[in-house]
């Protein structure tokens, strides 16, 4: 390990902010300082409970966190924000919600906020955001909040980092919820109905409530615990409804450290971790063998169309020192 | 290969379309025999034109492919269909299109119609799919239509199957625009927008022309083909519009021809489908690997959280030879 790695290592363990911060940007680089970070927060990087909060645009999951956090320092409770941001692979663009509204906690020492966005896979944002919550549980933070924009594969990745997550809608989030229902009822353990003021906020809670009567009686239900999702709702911009979601966070905790299902939970994450890791490994293996060198003849029968892929395949693996076996 | 394997092959080969759809239920179920059907229908998997018809719930894909399909048998064409679901990993549950529609051509033995759905991953979904048209290639049909339902990453994946891709929509369908509209302006090469008789046609199409233009000036259209993708309108159902657009999927694969475009990205696709068998296949040794055996014990401490994934893997990899470098 570089001494600089090193150093801000141990100036990010003794409360330095602006460590943090650089360490949190090599995750999301994926620098060659990764494993060596990693390795060396990990020991320490167990204790903080984390929360998603992910939903369609415009949903109102920013403020919702930045109501949390609040909420959550009331309490004196330390409190990382991490807003994650998979858009689209192909511009790059980000439609993050308003970051602006987070500036109350901007100079309270114990909450810290970071945006992350796609630099190359998805896969790899993933991976970097459960990085850089492990980063900021080393640091010392309690509560990490994890955010993440729209409803798709990637976001719900992004979600099976977190202990308890909720699903934000509004009335208006009709489609989107029917394209992804059968993911969000997977991933979400509360469901909040924001900007409850507006008409069709009543039937979407009574549609959502009966969702989870019948996702709880399924097979896709989660029976280590005996947990159906509450329907809560909320007017996030007036803080009306976030007591009432953080009481159901904290009973959804409560309910998987009694049953013992919260470490069963983290050894599956675990796992997961490991089998992305490996397979990235692999990754680059291949691309490099992809780019050339001793396998390249055999790639270029393949894409001249003259030979199988599948033929292919066995014969780079073996030179990868992979026989098929 | 088991004889019978051997004898489908050959059947397939001359015409016999039950031994075709038992050869597409192998490689949809990923069976062991699969290398060795690949490998031998290979050699004759090129010959094909494959346009992909993609685009929100709704939009009415599946009459587009029913009245594209009708189009090409009067100009004595043959035509392979394939309409794959990934519809949700979670359930399972199956939501396409009303295949009711197709039953026009049951009877015709110049088309071969065929529905797929998720087994397991939706990687392996994408793969399934492409083997399944080289099968059709093989099989002699010189146009592969492929419909997908829904406009996520996997179907994404899907149309990069394609040499032009279809995508159709309809007023209603502004939502699912929304939230994907930089993937669908990548994977689109002729807009569609169906049911023009609804009021909002016209702004909707307005709204595509001028992202069109937009597109095909940005940084991330593809640059091999001096290709502005058309936005035309139908009524499928009645069959208005699917003359105007054969046209221009004719129009797009000459352009593509002529360019030298089409053997240039059939090249890449290929890249693409080595890299995922690779993957694959390495995929399968990792979950061996996790399943316990010579690190299971490694394993075993990283479920427990006491060693780190990224120290793990080093291991791992040192066992499965394939030692970090």
Redesign the interface.
């Known amino acids: 390990m570089k001494p600089d790695t090193a150093t801000l290592i141990e100036r990010m363990l003794s409360g330095d902010r602006l460590a943090l911060a650089r360490l949190i940007t090599q995750v999301e680089n994926r620098t060659a300082a ?2 060596a970070i ?2 060396a927060v ?1 020991p320490r990087a ?1 204790g903080a409970y984390v929360v998603g909060v992910t939903g ?2 415009g949903a109102g999951k920013s403020t919702v966190v930045d109501r949390l956090t609040a909420r959550l320092r009331g309490e004196a409770a330390t409190v990382g924000v991490v807003a994650v941001d998979p ?5 790059g ?1 980000a439609v993050l919600g308003d970051r602006i509204r987070m500036q109350t906690h901007a100079l309270d020492p114990g909450v810290f906020i970071r945006s992350m966005a796609t630099r190359g896979s ?1 896969g790899g944002l993933a991976r970097a955001t459960g990085d850089a919550i492990k980063l900021l549980a080393a640091a010392g933070y309690a509560w990490i909040l994890v955010e993440t924009v ?1 409803v ?3 976001e719900l990745d992004i979600m099976k980092l977190a202990d308890t997550t909720v699903v934000v809608l509004v009335p208006e989030s ?3 919820i ?2 992804m ?3 969000l ?2 991933a979400a353990d509360i469901f909040l109905v924001n900007k409850a003021d507006r008409s069709g906020a009543p039937a979407l809670m009574a549609e959502l409530k009966f969702a989870a009567h019948l996702h709880s009686a399924s097979a ?1 239900s989660p029976k280590d615990i005996d947990w159906e999702f509450p329907v809560l709702s909320a007017e996030a911009q007036n803080s009306v409804g976030i007591a009432e979601l953080l009481v159901e966070v904290k009973r959804h905790r409560a309910t998987l450290e009694a049953a013992g299902a919260l470490a069963t939970r ?2 599956a994450r ?2 997961e ?3 992305g ?3 990235e ?3 680059e ?3 490099r ?2 780019a050339g060198g001793d396998v390249g003849r055999t ?1 270029d029968r ?4 003259t030979l ?7 014969t ?2 073996a030179v ?3 026989e ?1 076996s």
């Open positions: 990764l494993p990693m390795k990990y167990h369609p645009p858009s689209s692979p192909f511009t663009g998805l729209g798709g594969q990637t009709g489609d989107a029917q394209t229902k059968a993911g009822m997977e896709v983290r050894r675990r796992r971790e490991l089998r890791l490996l397979l490994e692999f990754r293996k291949v691309e063998a992809l790639v393949v894409l001249e169309g199988d892929p599948y033929s292919a395949a066995e780079i693996l990868l020192r992979l098929s």
